[in-house]
């Protein structure tokens, strides 16, 4: 088969394109850098360099496939998060109608059922949305849970505070996944026939906000690292002086109050998946140990 992903070789398009190239599929890897160009090949896949912002480049390198997977990349300089990606969003349907594929995979996330009050996932809510809208084309929305990785930028609050937290309780419910499980399931989803629009949740392991710091803790040799839990504005702040935008921190602030209200996984509790991924929360821990000790 012959697919083409976007996401460049980031945290679940590498993995991705890899399962992909060992099952023997033709795979062309969208990528903005052309410094990129080399590693894909190395991969085994065919370059495509362009913006996702560019429809006749989607267009072009969406056509003749017998699938597509796409997700919008981070943009850290935009001033409307959700209005670029819900942007992105509707150029990417533009190109799959222009270009006649039939079957998407699209990376969508937890929490995108609701319209607003998440976040950047609110941008993802309105891609989805978009793509209802595609007459004839099988669209499947993975809605990923809270990324693993994302804990890898808190390094610096355990290492100059000796605290964990965020603008939600140590007793909040966390749902976690490692981008590796997005990935198998991504590939999963690209080899096999689905019809109309449908959404699936990826989730690694389940736990709460305190369990998260007690096991991320213990894998450090900190076994008594606290979860705080922060306000609104302390949480702002915290990120501000990290260096983050200030478009993209007020944005993440109101990310961890939907997880505060619990709203923000309501729907995957309701409509838990029947299996989980293989990389639990405890495997993630040896990951994020070895950063830490970096």
């Known amino acids: 088969m012959n697919f083409t992903i976007t996401g460049s070789l980031g945290n679940i398009s590498k993995p991705l394109a890899e399962i992909l190239i060992a099952a023997g599929h033709q795979v062309t890897i969208i990528s903005s850098s052309e410094e990129k160009i080399k590693s894909i090949e190395e991969l085994g896949a065919t370059a495509a360099i362009g913006s996702v912002e560019d429809v006749d480049f989607l267009t072009t390198t969406f056509s003749g496939k017998d699938a597509i997977y796409t997700m919008v990349p981070p943009n850290f300089g935009t001033p409307d998060i959700r209005e670029f990606i819900s942007n992105t969003g509707k150029k990417y349907a533009e190109a799959i109608k222009n270009s006649g594929v039939k ?62 937290g965020s603008n939600y309780d140590a007793e909040t419910p966390l749902v976690l996944v490692h981008p590796k499980d997005i990935a198998a399931v991504a590939a999963e989803e690209l080899q096999q026939t689905f019809t109309d629009k449908s959404i699936r949740y990826i989730s690694s392991d389940e736990s709460t906000a305190g369990n998260l710091a007690s096991v991320l803790g213990t894998a450090i040799g900190k076994p008594e690292l606290p979860w705080i839990e922060f306000t609104d504005e302390d949480a702002l702040q915290g990120m501000l002086q990290a260096g983050l935008p200030e478009v993209m921190a007020k944005s993440y602030v109101e990310m961890g109050d939907a997880i505060r209200s619990r709203k923000l996984f309501e729907h995957y509790f309701n409509n838990k998946p ?4 293989k990389i639990k929360l405890e495997d993630f821990a040896v990951e994020f140990a070895q950063v830490f000790n970096l």
Do not use: C, W
Not at 125 to 142: C, I
């Open 103 to 164: 079957r998407v995979v699209n990376l969508s996330s937890i929490g995108a059922h609701l319209d607003g009050g998440t976040g950047p996932i609110a941008g993802l809510h309105d891609v989805e949305q978009t793509y209802s809208k595609l007459d004839g084309v099988a669209v499947k929305h993975l809605r990923p849970a809270y990324f693993y990785i994302n804990l890898l930028g808190n390094i610096d609050m355990i290492k100059h505070a000796g605290i964990l």
């Open 274 to 277: 029947s299996s989980s991924g």
